[in-house]
């Protein structure tokens, strides 16, 4: 999908506050509230826009604890990969998943209770996968999320 620069404005702006009206988005574009909300449209139509999230306050949910865990596989097939990757997705705990190059073929950055609750999961949720060769976990201390990404694309005029 080719961006223009209103395009690349409108992702901007919602990348910074993702519960702007479209006519608060229009006017800051400089556009008619319509062709702002099109534009919307085409970009959740072409992928580029996949969708608005919240951000929470981890402690209110009852998180006490985070953590990313490192995972090793004992194959590198497509099947074991995939398999592992659907299954980890699957559990409520995981806030993110990366496929990774190098020594770890996941890091997972998983939510929970506390200790007890990350013993469990590891336990029950990971090491007990055929695809799983190796575990590491370190305990998260700090986690801030930028929620946006650069935009690198030359827009069209």
């Known amino acids: 999908m080719k961006l223009d620069r209103i395009d690349c404005e409108i992702v901007a702006a919602l990348q910074n506050k993702g519960r702007l009206s479209n ?13 702002c909300l099109l534009r ?4 959740e139509e072409g ?5 608005f999230y919240g951000s929470f306050d981890s402690q209110a949910l009852g998180v006490g604890l985070q ?21 980890a997705l699957s559990l409520p705990e995981v806030v993110n998943l990366y496929h990774m190059s190098g020594i770890n073929d996941f890091l997972i950055h998983v939510a929970v209770r506390d200790s007890n609750h990350l013993r469990k999961l590891a336990m029950t949720a990971f090491t007990t996968r055929k695809e799983v060769s190796k575990i590491e976990t370190s305990l998260v201390f700090d986690h801030v999320a930028a929620h946006r990404l650069p935009i690198y694309v030359e827009p069209e005029e």
């Open 67 to 87: 953590a990313i865990v490192a995972v090793q596989l004992r194959r590198h097939s497509t099947e074991w990969v995939e398999a592992f990757r659907a299954h």
């Open 47 to 51: 992928g580029a826009l996949r969708g």
């Open 40 to 43: 919307v449209r085409r970009l």
């Open 23 to 35: 006519k608060e988005l229009a006017a800051r574009l400089g556009v008619a509230p319509s062709t």
